[in-house]
């Protein structure tokens, strides 16, 4: 049930929705306060949340597995890439969870006590196994944050400024689940659920309205505090800026812009896909809203590529990447796929990618817009894997692992998506996750194989059976033993297609041979072609055992390729 009590210092009334919940932060004077039977005590004033990036906010509804929720406490935490928010929720139910949005994943999770008790923070490490509540894991984060402040109604003690060791997991068997362990209490916290769509959520009483009715395109115009130039921020998500005028990396999680990183003497490149241009994919509207160009080190010694940060209100994220012509569409993986360290090959959705490359990739030049706070120089530890047209990319760095899947996307299609009048370069060689560029050629020429094949068959058989295959003389001829005189056959004809002449002899010799030699005679001009011919038939037993050798009907080709009248006498030997 709800309990509602008088803020002890500014007198405004509080409301627990939560029977659970014991600590709260009044909203109008910001104090913290904690429930003790039916009175309130004020622990001090709560410090001021940073504006973040989320369009969710204290009473936002939404649905999940059928289930109305609302939303009633949040904690603001700062990492070193930014600030995320942990929102707590209650159900109609009664049952609380967390819903927590960083870089515009939305994850929905619950409080889970491990059956076993978790590792200690320090044992983790990054790409690590693990087996909590039944279940295998893969360490993905590990973070030293700190709660920057709190509003609404908690079910536990908080305050700004207390440090909290957190360690991000998913599911080791693709199956999408999540998990994070809270290191701030003794023992630690287990929190298990998974990612989801911000749309599945059917969000209502969002901050400024449905982020669906975001238009896509700036949001927020601001002044580079380096050069003067203009700003361009298109969503709250993002955390960085480099000035495409100077090149400074700025922070923007305030209108401030903070200087994070001064760049000197660097080199400048023009992207072939401008900062602002929108393509279509998909039949969705995307936004370019940030550059930058990565090499493998040594730099200098490979090709380095070029990628492109797209964003979209409610879609969030993605990533178009180009490699020397070859354009890939890039998006994140909640579930990462199923690989060890030193195997050949990742499986993801049942499908094996094979390992293609690893090595360290260095960011050499920024510009625009990034979800995180992006330095020049910074390094990923990284591999891909491939299975074209797609390609698997794990990015590692101390503290962080990301997995991402490609999809191949011919250069004709990138420039249609965003209308270029100007054809895109073509691409150099072969790309890595390219499909067979010479397949359609290559099953082209296996059909007319195939066909021809198929027709040279029909004709030989066509020729061997009708066209080719006629019966030119059937001559019974005697011959004796020691008798060696000349046997001349009946003259015949031989067409003038005529190619092959064959000799089938049957004889009835028993243990007993011949020898033929057989000699063709032109009739008209006396030309003549000499072949020979042998005919053997023995048999016989052996310890109680029959055998044979030899055959009384052997058949031959005759070595003739002329086509005039012939007499083909056999002789005896």
């Excluded at 609380?96 to 619950?110: K, N, P, Q, T, V």
């Excluded at 982020?211 to 993002?238: F, Y």
């Excluded at 030049?365 to 797609?390: M, Q, S």
């Excluded at 055992?545 to 031959?556: A, L, N």
């Amino acid at each position: 049930m709800p309990f509602s009590a008088n803020c002890p210092a500014c007198g405004a009334p509080v409301v627990f929705k939560s029977s659970a919940s014991f600590h709260g932060v009044c909203e109008f004077c910001r104090s913290t306060l904690v429930r003790h039977g039916g009175n309130l005590e004020n622990l001090g004033r709560m410090a001021d949340l940073i504006e973040d990036a989320s369009p969710i906010r204290l009473g936002t509804e939404g649905v999940h597995g059928g289930m109305h929720f609302a939303v009633i406490g949040r904690i603001q935490l700062r990492y070193v890439a930014g600030v995320w928010n942990e929102w707590h929720i209650l159900f109609d139910n009664q049952r609380s969870g967390w819903l927590s949005d960083a870089g515009g994943e939305y994850i929905l999770s619950f409080l889970t006590p491990p059956a076993d008790a978790p590792p200690a923070y320090e044992a983790l490490r990054i790409d690590g196994r693990l087996v909590l509540a039944k279940q295998e894991w893969v360490v993905t984060n590990k973070e030293e944050a700190l709660c920057v402040a709190g509003e609404g109604e908690l079910p536990f003690a908080f305050g700004a400024g207390y440090p909290a060791q957190l360690a991000d997991l998913r599911g080791a068997d693709e199956s999408g689940a999540f998990a994070s362990i809270d290191y701030s209490e003794t023992p630690p916290l287990f929190f298990v659920g998974r990612s989801h769509a911000f749309a599945s959520f059917n969000f209502a009483n969002l901050r400024d309205g449905s982020a669906a009715a975001k238009p896509a395109g700036p949001v927020k115009s601001l002044q580079c505090p380096s050069c003067g130039g203009p700003i361009s921020v298109h969503d709250k998500a993002v955390l960085s800026v480099a000035c495409p005028a100077c090149l400074t990396i700025l922070d923007a999680e305030n209108e401030s812009l903070r200087v994070l990183q001064k760049v000197m003497d660097t080199l400048t490149i023009e992207p072939r896909l401008a900062l602002g241009s929108v393509g279509r994919f998909a039949g969705k509207d995307w936004t370019v809203i940030g550059f930058q160009q990565r090499s493998v080190k040594p730099v200098g010694l490979y090709a380095p590529w070029e990628e492109y940060l797209l964003h979209h209100p409610t879609e969030g994220f993605r990533w178009l990447v180009d490699s020397e012509g070859h354009w890939s569409w890039v998006s994140p993986l909640t579930a990462p796929p199923r690989y060890a360290d030193g195997q050949p090959a990742a499986v993801f959705q049942g499908q094996e990618f094979r390992r293609y490359s690893g090595g360290t990739a260095v960011t050499r030049y920024v510009i625009g817009e990034f979800t995180w706070k992006v330095t020049l120089n910074e390094e990923w530890e990284t591999l891909d894997f491939v299975a074209p047209p797609r390609m698997l990319s794990r990015e590692m760095s101390g503290s962080e692992l990301t997995w991402s899947l490609g999809d191949y996307l011919p250069p004709e299609e990138v420039a249609t998506a965003f209308g270029l009048t100007t054809p895109l370069p073509k691409p150099k060689d072969i790309g890595p996750c390219q499909p067979n560029p010479r397949v359609e050629a290559h099953r082209r020429i296996c059909a007319n194989f195939w066909k021809f094949l198929g027709l040279a068959v029909v004709a030989q058989v066509l020729w061997f059976f009708i066209l080719g295959s006629r019966t030119l003389l059937d001559q019974r001829l005697v011959f004796s033993p020691g008798k060696d005189e000349p046997v001349t056959t009946q003259t015949f004809q031989l067409a003038s297609d005529a190619r092959n002449i064959v000799l089938r002899h049957e004889t009835d010799l028993d243990n007993n041979w011949l020898g033929l030699g057989l000699t063709l005679i032109e009739k008209t001009s006396g030309r003549a072609w000499v072949a020979q011919s042998d005919v053997a038939y023995w048999h016989g037993s052996d310890g109680g055992e029959s055998w044979s050798e030899g055959d009384r009907s052997p058949c031959r080709p005759a070595p003739i390729t002329s086509s005039s009248t012939r007499r083909f006498p056999p002789r005896s030997r």
